[in-house]
């Protein structure tokens, strides 16, 4: 079963100084030794690079999310119209 990574985990996972990255770090190297896939999408992505887009980390930031699309055990959902309107459905019923 595949293992949805969001936002505030690839931000702690590329950002040595966030609170949560030693946290992160651990729970990511649990996944890989249990070979967990992970499910992300490029939603999710451009909430990451929008966290860094100042110059002093555009190209880093740049670099790491192009090495995700390149990990097998990765898989990045497209955004798409049909899933935006149904997550904003489903944040408007709650």
């Known amino acids: ?3 949805f990574v969001d936002t505030a985990a690839w931000i ?4 040595p100084s966030d609170s949560l990255a030693v946290a992160a770090r651990q729970v ?3 996944l890989h030794q249990a070979r967990r896939p ?6 999710v992505l451009l ?3 929008a966290a860094f887009a100042t110059p002093a980390f555009r190209g880093g930031i740049i670099a790491f999310i192009n090495g995700l699309y390149q990990l097998a055990d990765v898989t990045i959902e497209a955004a798409s119209q049909e899933w935006y309107h149904a997550g904003w459905s ?5």
Do not use: C, I, K, N
């Open 47 to 49: 909430e990451v690079t």
């Open 90 to 94: 489903l944040y408007q019923q709650r």
């Open 38 to 43: 992970l499910l992300t999408s490029e939603f």
């Open 1 to 3: 079963m595949q293992v």
């Open 12 to 15: 702690a996972l590329f950002d």
């Open 28 to 30: 990511m190297q649990t």
